[in-house]
C-alpha cells in the first residue's frame, strides 16, 4: 500500500449524505445500493417506517434515515436505498445520496464518547476526522431499538 497503512489500520466504508452531512457504515454491512423505487406502505408503524419493498422475490422493509435523525424529510433527485443487515435482519434505509466507497485510516476516527455531552452518541461508533469534512460513522445495531428490529423482521417475513 502506498499509505504505508496495514490492512488492520483502516476499513472500507459506504459513505452517503443526509442533508450535508456525510454518513458511512463499514462495507461489509452493505448488500447493495438500489435506485429510489415505489415503497408499500404499513399501517401503524413507526414515523420512520417508509413501508417494504420486494427485492428480486424477496420482502424488505424500508426505513427513512431522515426520520430516523429527526431531520426534515425531503427527497433528492440522486436519493437512493442502501440495503444493509442490521442483526439478522436485511433492510433498506432511504439516503439523499451514496458518495463514494471510502477507506478511512483508524486513526482519524475520534469515539463517539467525546460528544456524549453533546448527542446521545449510541447510533455511532465514531466520527472520522478528514481534510476536508467529518463522516459519522454508524452502528446499526444502536440506530434502532430491539423492538424496533423485532418489528422489522416481522414486516421482511411478511412476504
Given at each position: 500500500?502506498?499509505?504505508?497503512?496495514?490492512?488492520?489500520?483502516?476499513?472500507?466504508?459506504?459513505?452517503?449524505?443526509?442533508?450535508?452531512?456525510?454518513?458511512?457504515?463499514?462495507?461489509?454491512r452493505v448488500h447493495e445500493i438500489i435506485r429510489l423505487q415505489p415503497?408499500?406502505?404499513?399501517?401503524?408503524?413507526?414515523?420512520?417506517?417508509?413501508?417494504?419493498?420486494?427485492?428480486?422475490?424477496?420482502?424488505?422493509?424500508?426505513?427513512?434515515?431522515?426520520?430516523?435523525?429527526?431531520?426534515?424529510?425531503?427527497?433528492?433527485?440522486?436519493?437512493?436505498?442502501?440495503?444493509?443487515e442490521v442483526g439478522d435482519v436485511r433492510m433498506g434505509m432511504v439516503?439523499?445520496?451514496?458518495?463514494?466507497?471510502?477507506?478511512?485510516?483508524?486513526?482519524?476516527?475520534?469515539?463517539?464518547?467525546?460528544?456524549?455531552?453533546?448527542?446521545?452518541?449510541?447510533?455511532?461508533?465514531?466520527?472520522?476526522?478528514?481534510?476536508?469534512r467529518l463522516i459519522i460513522i454508524l452502528d446499526l445495531e444502536s440506530?434502532?431499538?430491539?423492538?424496533?428490529?423485532?418489528?422489522?423482521?416481522?414486516?421482511?417475513?411478511?412476504?
Open positions: 500500500m502506498t499509505s504505508g497503512l496495514t490492512v488492520a489500520e483502516e476499513f472500507q466504508t459506504v459513505v452517503f449524505r443526509l442533508g450535508q452531512e456525510h454518513y458511512a457504515l463499514p462495507i461489509e415503497v408499500t406502505r404499513l399501517p401503524r408503524t413507526a414515523r420512520f417506517m417508509e413501508g417494504i419493498i420486494n427485492l428480486r422475490g424477496n420482502i424488505v422493509p424500508v426505513i427513512d434515515l431522515r426520520k430516523r435523525f429527526e431531520l426534515e424529510a425531503e427527497q433528492s433527485p440522486e436519493a437512493r436505498i442502501v440495503v444493509a439516503v439523499d445520496a451514496v458518495t463514494e466507497v471510502l477507506r478511512i485510516s483508524r486513526d482519524v476516527v475520534q469515539p463517539p464518547e467525546s460528544f456524549r455531552a453533546l448527542v446521545d452518541g449510541e447510533f455511532m461508533t465514531g466520527v472520522a476526522k478528514l481534510e476536508d440506530l434502532f431499538s430491539a423492538g424496533e428490529q423485532r418489528a422489522m423482521a416481522r414486516a421482511g417475513k411478511a412476504g
